[in-house]
């Protein structure tokens, strides 16, 4: 009786493990939200997407607020952060390099692919 209560603790205390480092579900917005089930549709029918799977929705908080970019392993182009409220940081490169990616704090992701590789690691 004992191994059978220690499994089912055992069991139980995994079926609640947060992922480390995620953002937590009620902190996603609706727009991301429905983004991540796209791309979860899409990996279900073709589990070889490489640029899906190769990529990641990432948070960061900047300015006192959240902004979420995305990336992929495949792609180089330049992402531009978005708000929670999907407002679009737009402003030149190297402004946003000064002004943004260099004061940018408190990493967490969102969604990962599967293949997603992170180069800051």
Same mark, same amino acid.
């Given at each position: 009786?004992?191994? @059978?209560?220690? @499994?089912?603790?055992?069991?139980?205390?995994?079926s609640c493990e947060k992922k480390e480092g995620f953002v937590p579900?009620?902190? /996603?917005p609706?727009? @991301?939200k429905n983004q991540i089930q796209n791309?979860?549709?899409a @990996? *279900? *029918?073709?589990?070889?997407n490489g640029v899906i799977a190769g990529s990641a929705w990432i948070r960061y908080k900047w300015n006192n607020e959240y902004y979420f970019e995305y990336r992929n392993m495949i792609s180089s182009s330049f992402a531009y $952060? /978005?708000?929670?409220? *999907?407002?679009?940081?737009?402003?030149? $490169?190297v402004c946003l390099g000064i002004a943004y990616h260099d004061n940018k704090s408190n990493k967490q992701f969102v969604w990962r692919?599967? /293949?997603?590789?992170d180069p800051e690691d």
């Open positions: 009786m004992k191994k @059978l209560t220690f @499994l089912f603790v055992f069991f139980l205390f995994l579900e009620n902190e /996603i609706v727009w @991301l791309y979860e549709l @990996l *279900q *029918q073709n589990p070889d $952060p /978005i708000s929670f409220d *999907q407002d679009t940081l737009k402003v030149c $490169p692919g599967s /293949i997603y590789a």
